[in-house]
């Protein structure tokens, strides 16, 4: 069946596959703006308002993907309930995701495009920054399974009583301390993921060449490797590096979780701005891409800017929306 009449379906049955005594609870069924792209979010809502706990989102896009590949509707509507069921459980009361009193300290900061986030920035704080939009997110919980954060919107910043300069001035200093900036080699990189497989040193060593400074390219992100592509605004890390390989540097966003820097000597930034679009659309996935654009970073004004005057095209073919839910987890990678 096509997705729209699959959601007709969905809003219609969702509730029969819940547990008996949640079956006084309704379906709501809207769309909310995530970042690039705009999703079909369900919730369910109590009979009343009174002390009842704050529903996990469901995304009917995604439910619509599990139809396509088993074909099986009551099978899908089954574990959406199963996934709503469970996330009701560990979700917060009213009270508790009321408490804002430790806000301040988890703002952070980061990066989306502008063009393709236009719904998106009519409705949160952000500020401009090239061709991207520095938007903020409030850290709710942190694990080793992931990181539990929700945008702040301006309905959001409004109950914290925090205009944009405030949410930006704490999100710098947050950021930094709660996300903070790596740069490494490629190679380090490369070790690291073969390390944590079990790969011995000596075995790596012998497979892979070091490269020059100026011949390497360099991965900027953050610990977490969760919305790195940030920690490009943290000029102290891209001027050190720059200093190291004596070169001002070509940046290339990779993902909104890290950017690539290489010496402006590797190549023309028209050249390495088209092998950044041909990656985005082949090999990174709609919500994770942040810029086809190339950026210039000049170690002498310490300055970065864009590298090309070339529009920034289109993310994708298509816009997609999303409402925040509490309970929303960063891609972790």
Excluded at 163 to 179: D, G, S
Excluded at 253 to 281: C, K
Excluded at 290 to 312: C, E, F, G, I, W
Aim: glycine letters at 2%.
């Amino acid at each position: 069946m096509n997705y729209e009449l699959f959601k007709k379906l969905v809003e219609e049955r969702f509730m029969h596959c819940m547990p008996q005594e949640l079956q006084d609870y309704s379906v709501n069924v809207h769309t909310v703006a995530k970042v690039n792209q705009n999703l079909d979010a369900l919730n369910i809502i109590p009979p009343d308002n009174s002390e009842w706990k704050v529903s996990p989102t469901l995304y009917i896009n995604q439910m619509y993907k599990h139809y396509q590949e088993c074909g099986d509707l009551q099978e899908v509507l089954q574990k959406a309930a199963e996934s709503m069921t469970q996330g009701l459980k560990q979700s917060p009361d009213q009270k508790s995701i009321m408490d804002f009193e430790n806000a301040r300290d988890n703002i952070i900061m980061v990066l989306v495009n502008t063009e393709q986030n236009k719904e998106l920035l009519k409705s949160v704080p952000n500020r401009p920054y090239q061709d991207l939009s520095i938007i903020y997110r409030w850290v709710v919980d942190q694990s080793d399974d992931g990181i539990s954060s929700t945008i702040i919107n301006d309905t959001l910043a409004e109950r914290i009583d925090m205009k944009e300069e405030e949410l930006y001035q704490l999100a710098v200093e947050n950021t930094k301390e709660i996300f903070p900036p790596t740069v490494k080699s490629m190679n380090e990189v490369i070790r690291d993921m073969f390390a944590k497989d079990g790969m011995p040193e000596d075995m790596f060593e012998m497979m892979i060449d070091e490269m020059p400074d100026d011949r390497a390219m360099y991965v900027i992100s953050n610990e977490r490797g969760i919305n790195g592509a940030v920690s490009m605004l943290y000029e102290n890390e891209l001027h050190r590096l720059a200093e190291r390989i004596g070169t001002d540097l070509y940046i290339m966003p990779s993902s909104v979780h890290e950017i690539i820097a290489v010496s402006s000597h590797m190549g023309d930034p028209n050249t390495l701005a088209q092998m950044v679009n041909e990656i985005n659309m082949d090999q990174v996935a709609l919500e994770e891409r942040l810029s086809n654009q190339v950026y210039h970073y000049d170690k002498n004004l310490r300055k970065l800017s864009m590298a090309t005057d070339t529009p920034n095209k289109r993310l994708d073919g298509i816009v997609a929306d999303a409402q925040l839910s509490y309970s929303s987890k960063e891609p972790s990678r």
